[in-house]
């Protein structure tokens, strides 16, 4: 950038494509990805809409509260062993007497927990200033042994109306509208919920909260310059993921209407992937959950696509693993920009 | 690395330069003596807590089950912490350089399917070359990735760790062959005269490997310089990127040799057998008094942290601490390790 | 009576003084420059003044009420603006999301307006004149000169009764510069005191009707702009109190022979076409105010930066500009600006801080040698008479000249053919500054060469055969002999083509 080079000229956004060239190239991927599957099965009825749509669900919930933590710099390890505690509680608190009104219970309780667990992260990473890879990964560990403690083995009763409440179809029978109209297509349930977090998302980012995680992401120094509180921004951040792992570990619940003390495992590693997958920096302040979505639903379909097209599933690590790799290889590019070789460490 | 004290370099009545050494850090005076810095006492004042806690759990194992402290027992104890040990080697690298190595998991898996699937078709001596073989290059591809494209470790190793587990299942079609060769099973349960364990000799060596690299190699010394500072390490001569690609290999070794080691503990190898050991080899890690913040620390704690964990997964539940008790434990343990060291760091900066 | 006022100021960093009894005061609807060579201590006062540092001692009053701030949002709540060089812009933001950090306009739902902030924001600037920037715009996109103006934007939009400006108008060109102006002027006319800090005498001259000359951390003096001669100014400028004693020059030789030559060199826009050359048995110095280049040139020379253009050579062999290693190996050394951060590893003992560059002569085939170390560690505590316990003392625990010793020896022992030093004076006590620069006489008596940026003008003049003055990122002007004197260097350095008759 010489200097005057601007000059009688408007500096202004990148085109649109350049600014959201990994959220395009995620998305580009998933449309492959659900066409290649539309190709293979041998129907695409509400059914097949309804499996595709879950697969990812609760993926795609607990990666926003990833998706959140890393928008600050920083990262959760913690939220796969939230997804199962809150699970594990819900299994433990619905009573088959009263399966609506325990049901309702073990929500508000597991989403409370989650809230809650979030907040000890990030109090711990924004007041204790500890390494949040270490911290989560600390209470990480806590979050299973409590739930080991509530479900030391699998098991559990989650109401069937649980199930079908999140998982199951909405509009089954046609229903009939004002007006002499009727709906008569069916639509997965799932669909409401991935339609909920994008409406948050939508809303989310235009709150000042939201500006000021990206802020704290994306420098520090210059958002504490601005007079952002850069401490509870994080404490926000942390608290939403807590929040956010929840509402997966109820829609885990809902999806496998049992109880698993370590069920939730894997979503610690698949949110991250989804994440980088979708686009956001891991050093924090650029990235949008609607990425993410992407990515989360990438991943989770990719296993189903191997099977439909008879490729063992064995090699569906290696495929997720190397998406992943291919996908943060990418972003090396940016450093052929960077002039001062020390910063290139 | 103490030189002993030399009190004849204070001059006295010569004044300290500027009055700010007077904040905050020890009174000059008190440098020579017992605890100043450069005493050994000060620099290995990290060790205290992990060896503090295995005479802790030691005791507590004793009121409830005199027979824990047996010798036999302890010894046993020793082998198992040593399998741990020597995967925690090559992690203890990875983290001094402030980085993160979550591939170890199914690297180590890898090597172990490797041993016993290639030791029934060649001899068994390239088949260990070939294990190792193929975890140095894991190693290497991490540190490729993590140094030259700037990957952030726990994202290049998360995705390696994925790669890994598809290339084995793919391999081994999901279910390994073959038993583990007779010198590994000696290796990891065989004793000498019946007494003296393999597995204790080969970690008391290994031990002496990681601590001489550490503290008297050229390696070390730069390890440790980029672990605390990569840009004043850069700024003299450092060859950065180098350091972290032997860095990571030299972790894949580590999880190379731990792999063949467990092979020979359970006589096969199996799929999975590595996920259980990240977590604990992390944890070695940090309640060895390394700080996951890079540059302080050493193998010496390690080894302490890898006994701690294994005697809080046994302990424990000889007291009566269930599982569930054991995770929590542990990650309360890693949370108070990091409230002692972390703040340690904060002050430095 | 004046609208902002500070009597009495003092201000300690650790042991260094940066205000000692200072006074300034500003009006509404004045423009007020301060001016003072580097460390005189005018960056401190306009720091003081807007609660980013609280003084040790001294009171402040605005609009002739007692008043003190715990922090910048302290001041700037009652209407005091700071614009700084270190950019307070958040990278990815937009530029309308950065003006209005904090204090966005929300909808009737609460959530953040971005249509108002854009159309907002962009009214701003156009009302500011700094068209051509879309507030949509992402600030990583923008150029620094662009990112400079946004800066200034951002406090104009609190609509401040006082506006400071430290050297906030460093990276813009000349058009943009009158435009500021032009903002300021008008600002000023409604009322607005404006302090104004540059290292361009001659916008000074264009804006301020005031100016306040600080100088070893006091005012030494506030003239009318207009009425005052820049040499009276200059000299007011110069004059520290404390001098040094400066071992005495050698002899330069009647034929000079070249060690270091750097020509043509550019980095993106900080380093304009520096051409220079470092003599066998010199001492060259760098001068000129804080951040014209002078640490950018000695890192570019060192490798450390890409993208750099233009040839150096040292003893006539061609040096690739490929990074630290390559230029050690060509026998450079480098003593970077900070020590704690890029100079020493603090937290490692003495003496592996002082091998480190140097590990590969200390060992074999990859073994290190204890006795080597030992012996290489206390040659250089003998050589530079290094107070430390033990060589097994972590650096953090020596004292500043101390520190400083040691990132100065762990370079002897690769006996480079010539040091770079940026500022190695800078922060440590008289004693040690003595011993450096006895030191530095003794390298360039043995035929070595050094490149030596000072902030300090006593120390250039004192110990440099030549200097050069860098302003902008160019060589200004090469100073020697009788004309290299502190009034010359400091017309050159505020950027005045002549020279003044000290």
């Known amino acids: 950038m010489p200097p005057g080079a601007h000059q009688g000229r408007t500096v202004r956004p990148r085109p649109f494509v350049m600014r959201n060239g990994r959220l395009l190239f995620v998305w580009a991927m998933l449309i492959a990805i659900v066409a290649a599957y539309v190709l293979i099965v041998p129907q695409f009825r509400p059914r097949e809409q309804r499996t595709l749509l879950n697969s990812g669900l609760t993926l795609a919930t607990a990666s926003m509260g990833q998706t959140l933590v890393v928008l600050t710099g920083g990262i959760d390890l913690s939220i796969g062993p939230m997804v199962s505690l809150t699970n594990s509680i819900a299994s433990e608190v619905t009573d088959k007497e009263a399966p609506t009104s325990s049901m309702v219970v073990a929500a508000a309780v597991a989403l409370a927990v989650g809230a809650l667990g979030g907040l000890v992260n990030g109090v711990l990473v924004a007041y204790g200033r500890l390494q949040p890879i270490i911290v989560t990964l600390a209470t990480g560990s806590i979050w299973t042994g409590i739930a080991l403690y509530i479900r030391p083995s699998p098991g559990g009763f989650i109401p069937l109306e649980f199930s079908n409440l999140l998982a199951g179809t909405a509009f089954a029978e046609p229903v009939s509208l004002p007006f002499g109209l009727t709906w008569s297509t069916p639509i997965p349930k799932a669909a409401f919920v991935v339609a909920g977090l994008v409406i948050f998302w939508i809303i989310f980012r235009r709150s000042r909260l939201a500006t000021r995680i990206f802020a704290v992401g994306s420098s520090e120094g210059a958002a504490y310059l601005s007079g952002v509180n850069v401490q509870r921004a994080k404490l926000a951040a942390y608290t939403l993921a807590g929040f956010a792992a929840g509402c997966a570990g109820l829609i885990n619940s809902a999806q496998t209407a049992t109880g698993n003390a370590l069920g939730g495992t894997i979503f610690t590693l698949n949110s991250i992937a989804a994440v980088v997958l979708g686009g956001a920096a891991l050093a924090g302040g650029a990235g949008s959950y609607l990425g993410t979505l992407a990515g989360a639903y990438v991943i989770a379909i990719i296993p189903s696509v191997l099977q439909f097209y008879g490729v063992s599933s064995f090699y569906k690590d290696l495929v997720q693993g190397s998406v992943l790799l291919f996908a943060v290889a990418l972003g090396a590019f940016g450093l052929l920009r960077v002039r001062n070789r020390m910063d290139r460490l | ?349 | 009576m004046p609208l902002l006022s500070a009597t009495g100021i003092d201000k300690r960093f650790g042991g260094v003084v940066a205000l000692d009894g200072a006074d300034f005061s500003c009006e509404a609807g004045e423009i007020h420059a301060l001016l003072g060579e580097n460390g005189a201590g005018k960056s401190t006062m306009v720091k003081v003044l807007c609660g980013v540092h609280p003084p040790d001692a001294g009171a402040i009053t605005y609009g002739g009420e007692p008043i003190t701030f715990r922090s910048p949002s302290d001041a700037v709540a009652v209407g005091i603006a700071p614009v700084f060089q270190e950019l307070s812009l958040v990278p990815d933001l937009t530029v309308a999301e950065n003006l209005f950090m904090g204090e966005e306009p929300r909808t009737r739902l609460g959530l953040v307006d971005g249509k108002r902030m854009r159309r907002e924001g962009g009214a701003l600037l156009v009302g500011l004149g700094f068209v051509g920037i879309d507030p949509g715009a992402v600030v990583r996109d923008l150029s620094l000169a662009d990112r400079q103006l946004i800066e200034i934007a951002k406090a104009m939009r609190r609509q401040p009764k006082v506006l400071i400006l430290d050297e906030a108008t460093s990276a813009l060109n000349r058009r943009q510069v009158q435009q500021v102006f032009t903002v300021v002027r008008r600002l000023s006319a409604e009322g607005v005191a404006v302090v104004f800090i540059s290292h361009r005498m001659d916008e000074v001259r264009d804006l301020c009707q005031r100016a306040t000359i600080f100088r070893d951390g006091i005012n030494v003096g506030t003239v009318e702009v207009a009425k005052a001669r820049d040499d009276e100014i200059v000299r007011m400028m110069i004059g520290r109190t404390l001098r040094e004693t400066f071992p005495p020059r050698t002899q330069r030789p009647d034929v000079e022979v070249p060690l270091l030559e750097v020509r043509g060199l550019n980095w993106d826009d900080r380093l304009r076409d520096i051409s220079l050359v470092v003599h066998k048995g010199e001492i060259l110095g760098l001068s000129g105010l804080e951040g014209q280049g002078q640490g950018d040139l000695l890192f570019a020379l060192f490798g450390v930066y890409a993208g750099v253009h233009g040839d150096v050579s040292l003893g006539g062999k061609l040096i690739r500009l490929g990074g630290p290693r390559n230029a050690m190996n060509a026998g450079l050394a480098l003593v970077p600006e900070d020590r704690k951060t890029q100079g020493l590893i603090l937290p490692l003992p003495v003496d592996e801080n002082v091998t480190l560059p140097t590990l590969p002569a200390v060992s074999r085939s990859g073994v290190i040698s204890p006795a080597a170390v030992q012996a290489a560690t206390l040659a250089m505590r003998d050589r530079l008479a290094i107070r430390m316990a033990s060589p097994a003392v972590p650096v953090r625990f020596l004292s500043g000249g101390n520190q400083q010793k040691v990132s100065i020896a762990k370079w002897l022992l690769t006996d480079a053919a010539v040091y770079l030093l940026y500022d190695p004076t800078r922060g440590i006590d008289v004693g040690a500054k003595q011993e450096i620069y006895e030191l530095m006489r003794r390298l360039a008596s043995e035929g070595h060469g050094i490149l030596f940026f000072s902030t300090d003008l006593a120390e250039i003049v004192g110990l440099c055969d030549r200097a050069l003055v860098m302003y902008e990122g160019a060589i200004a002007r090469e100073l020697r002999g009788a004309a290299l004197t502190e009034a010359n260097l400091v017309s050159a350095a505020v950027g005045l083509a002549e020279q003044v008759s000290a």
């Not at chain 2, 001596?125 to 952030?152: E, M």
């Open chain 2, 1 to 349: 690395m103490s030189h002993g004290s030399e009190p004849g370099l204070i001059v006295p009545g010569v004044e300290p330069d500027t009055p700010a050494v007077a904040l905050g850090s020890p009174p000059r005076r008190g440098m020579t003596g017992l605890t100043g810095p450069d005493s050994w006492l000060w620099q290995n004042r990290a060790l205290l807590i992990p060896y503090g806690l295995i005479l802790i759990l030691l005791a507590a194992a004793a009121i409830r089950a005199p027979g824990f402290v047996s010798g036999s027992n302890l010894s046993q104890q020793l082998v198992l912490a040593s399998y741990l040990g020597v995967i925690a080697g090559g992690q203890t690298l990875v983290i001094l350089t402030g980085g993160i190595d979550l591939s170890i998991a199914w690297n180590l898996n890898l090597s172990a399917i490797l041993l016993t699937q290639l030791s029934e078709q060649m001899p068994v001596f390239w088949a260990v070359v070939i294990a190792l073989g193929s975890a140095c290059a894991v190693g290497l591809l991490n540190g490729l990735g993590i140094a030259y494209l700037r990957i952030p470790s726990l994202v290049m190793t998360l995705g390696m760790n994925a790669v890994l587990a598809g290339v084995t299942l793919v391999y081994t079609n999901g279910s390994p062959q073959g038993d583990a060769p007779p010198f590994s099973r000696d290796l990891a349960v065989g004793k000498i005269g019946g007494i003296i364990p393999w597995a204790l000799i080969f970690w008391a060596l290994f031990s002496a490997v990681v601590i001489f690299l550490l503290r008297r190699t050229v390696y070390g010394k730069r390890l440790y310089a980029i672990g605390n500072n990569p840009k004043a390490g850069y700024l003299s001569g450092v060859p950065v990127r180098w350091v972290l690609v032997l860095t990571y290999t030299l972790c894949g070794l580590c999880a190379g040799l731990g792999g063949i080691m467990l092979t020979g503990y359970s006589q096969q190898s199996y799929l999975g057998m590595g996920d259980l050991y990240v977590l604990p080899a992390i944890a070695a890690v940090v309640i060895g008094g390394t700080s996951i913040l890079g540059g302080s620390g050493g193998y010496t704690g390690t080894i302490a942290g890898a006994i701690t964990v294994v005697l809080l997964q046994n302990v424990l539940q000889i007291v009566g601490i269930q599982p569930a008790g054991q995770q929590i434990l542990y990650g309360l343990i890693i949370l108070l390790m990091l409230f002692v060291y972390g703040r340690n760091a904060r002050v430095q900066e």
